[in-house]
């Protein structure tokens, strides 16, 4: 059959024409289940037109070959920049081998069109033979939709191949369907309450519609034995819910679609704001801010999400292998007032579930044993909660229940399903604030009411992780008296963040007390909540300063008072960051945390801090003669000059590296050491003291794509310098090539020697590298304070993020004759906040010197 040339012009024009319009048609109203309805009928017209052209002129022919829609195009679901599911299915190989080269042509229409064709070629045999490396194709079957061919063949498959299949491969099929969904919920964290989330795959997406509709359809094929009626298919309080969400999801993915430009499923802050200026999915509602819009989106998402949940539970099949091992030994948890069944929580007499109490006894049951609520538990605690409302639980009875819950291992669970069925918030409305919240700062990863279940969720793990901080943390944990105080301040420490434009701490503080006066709570009990939640914060401050100063440590503990409450603030500061995004504790965060804790605590125990701090230089220098007895003079005519940091902050093995490191600068005046750690980079820099030397080494670390964690600048009487850096290979450069190590430090030796041009470097770094998005403006804030430290000015500089930041910061130091003793770098999301110990000649800076100096970087960070 020969190609008419005017066909491919013709479906061209009609694809494009009808492409704009149906885009400008949602442009004016916003409906996406229209618009995704109009592609899929555009782009069924389109193959048909091709199928009479290069299969068959008759769209009921060939016999034993027919073009079947699959996946979202078999639902009648095609958004606008969504792939084109295809099946090609053959009665046998001898009609896939006939038509091979037309399906070839057909195809590259399709192409040419620059539609995303995802076709697939089966036999009707093949398409009976499940696959569980392929478990996509299976599910997209059940999406299956006649369009073209032979129709005795569709429904050969329709009718009797699927139902089969289902029929034999049923527990099959929905075991590896929900592995693969608790494996993508895995790695979104299993929450829906991402501040970014994405629209398609995040838990509370699209993905997990399809997916309780899988199962369900799934569930009553392998029960009827044949198709069932789809609106049948789920409970009617869930099509309820997922009507409205569906609908809210579809426009939204449509918007992204359109606005992006390409299948772009990710709900970015600046597409949120625009959706909520254009009231996307939600035409009706006045919707002032995105943080409201988002709301509404989680709303949606919280109740996808959950009856997906509720399948994976119920199904058998669904069940995880873990599930399954202890599935015996939950059911005989069992109780005269809670039943379990199949590892879901029923109970005994739903009526009586009316009674407050008994139910706070089902979700103590619950956090206890890590058990689901079942559907049917669930339906009759949202019908008793209008009653609830009329007379909520309060006052010491209902503390009694809480401080319970929150002691149990599984309480973070507890917890969220109370908020999800919105019991939570009848009995603290002070968590109602921050409900879904969104807080944008770059940083965090999770809504503020999530963040705050994750940090005390965090907690529970922590005893049973395989990591050894988290061990460590665990280990404090069990010490504590009353840490039903702690998981109560983990639990109301953001609220304020509900309350814009004053500080939360502040605001936490003043919510947290009408919390506290319906709880009842005593005198003592509230005095260590209000400490905690007002000085939550507190901790991580003092990371910006010099630990191993006794000064430090010394205010820090005069804050914290007793070690009782030094264990508490401690474990919530752990958690607070841990429950940031899963890469905000980083290992030297979490070292740097513990080393505060013991410092603070041996403070606090005098006799212990005698012991540790008094002998501890003198400790180091018996270790270093032991290690070197022929060189103990030489080594400490080394060490004279050094500040007492210096043997704290390296074990002896170290210094004694160190010392042999300065003793061969005679032949080579740089001395360059670099080894790789668990976590990062090790750098070190051993030479005489000399101009921009810190400043250098930064910007060459920036060069070559470096992300520099801490560093530590040490000089001794001498003007010999140890420097040490600390750096992440962003671009995994030294670690994929060896040979690189050598360029790496050659050419940093030519730049500190001036034999290399530093800024040409930097500007092809800057060239090379695509500049993320300012996302989150920061305010550059430039902090002294002169009391920290007896020796040193501190200078804080907070500012926005980018490359070459810490060589500009510490350049306009050395133009400014100042010294950096120590200095310690952080980065939260895209804030830097970089703390330096200055002196200049020797002495703290004069007031006239920081006045220069803060104009200097003001001007200087302001340009850059």
Known sequence: MSTAPSISGELRDLYGEQSVRIQQQFNATGDGKTAVAQRAALVEDITLRLWKEFIAPDESAPKNFALVATGGFGRGWLFPHSDIDLLFLHADQASEARYKDRIRQFSQELWDLRMKLSP?????????????????????????????????????????????????????????????????????????????????????????????????????????????????????????????????????????????????????????????????????????????????????????????????????????????????????????????????????????????????????????????????????????????????????????????????????????????????????????????????????????????????????????????????YGEILEELEQPELLYLALLLHDVGKGVPGRSHVETSLEIAEHAMDRLDLGTHDREVVRFLIGSHLDMSATLRRDIFDPTTIHNFAEKVGTPERLKMLCLLTYADIKAVNPEALTPWKAESVWQVYIATANHLNRSADERLHSDADGENMSRLQTLAPVAGKKIKTFLEGFPKRYLRAHPAEEVLHHFEMAEKLQSRPLQLDLKRGRHWFELTVVTNDRPFLFATLAGVLAAWGMNIVKSDAFSNQSGIVVDTLFFTDRFRTLELNLPEWERFQRNIAEIVNGEADLDRLLRERLRSEKIAATKVRVETRIEFDDQCSSHSTLVQVIAQDRLGLLHTISSRFSHQNCNIEIALIDTEGQMAIDVFYLTSAGAKLSAAQQAKLKADLMEELKSA
Not at 139 to 149: E, H, K, P, V
Not at 280 to 309: C, K, N, Q
Not at 429 to 434: C, D, Q, Y
């Open 120 to 472: 697939a070629n089966r036999t009707l045999a093949e398409c009976e033979r499940f696959d569980s490396s392929n478990v996509e194709f299976t599910i997209s079957l059940l999406d299956c939709r006649y369009l073209a061919g032979d129709r005795e063949l569709f429904a050969r498959l329709h009718d009797k191949a699927i139902p089969r299949l289902i029929l034999q491969e049923h527990h099959a099929i929905v075991h590896r369907l929900a592995e693969i969904t608790r494996a993508r919920h895995g790695k979104y964290g299993n929450t829906v309450f991402h501040l970014e989330p994405n629209i398609k795959e995040t838990p509370g997406g699209l993905r997990d519609y399809n997916v309780a509709c899988w199962l369900a359809l799934i569930t009553s094929l392998e029960k009827l034995r044949d198709w069932p009626d789809a609106k049948a298919l789920l409970p009617v309080p869930v099509r309820k819910q997922f009507e409205p969400a569906l609908e809210f999801l579809m426009s939204v993915r449509c918007f992204l679609h359109y606005r992006q430009g390409r299948d772009d499923n990710m709900l970015l802050w600046e597409t949120q704001d625009e959706a909520a200026v254009r009231r996307i999915g939600v035409p009706e509602v006045e919707v002032s801010t995105a943080a409201e819009w988002m709301r509404i989106y989680f709303g949606h998402a919280r109740a996808v999400h959950r009856a997906s949940l509720q399948l994976l539970e119920e199904i058998p099949a669904a069940r995880s292998s873990l599930y399954k091992h202890f599935q015996n030994w939950r059911s005989r948890v069992s109780n005269p007032e809670f039943t379990v069944v199949d590892g879901l929580i029923f109970a005994q007499q739903p009526a009586a579930l009316e009674d407050p109490e008994l139910l706070l006894r089902m979700f103590d049951f619950m956090a206890q044993h890590g058990l689901k609520l079942s559907t049917a538990t669930e339906y009759r605690i949202e019908q008793v909660l209008p009653a609830l409302a009329a007379a909520p639980p309060t006052g010491a009875e209902l503390w009694r229940y809480l401080q319970v819950i929150l002691i149990e291992p599984h309480a973070a669970e507890a917890l969220r399903a109370m908020h999800s069925l919105r019991l939570l918030s009848l009995v603290l409305p002070e968590f109602k604030l921050i409900d879904a919240l969104v807080i944008r700062d770059f940083y965090h990863r999770f809504t503020v009411d999530e963040h705050s279940f994750l940090a005390i969720e965090s907690l529970h793990h922590a005893r049973q992780s395989q990591s050894e901080w988290d061990q460590r």
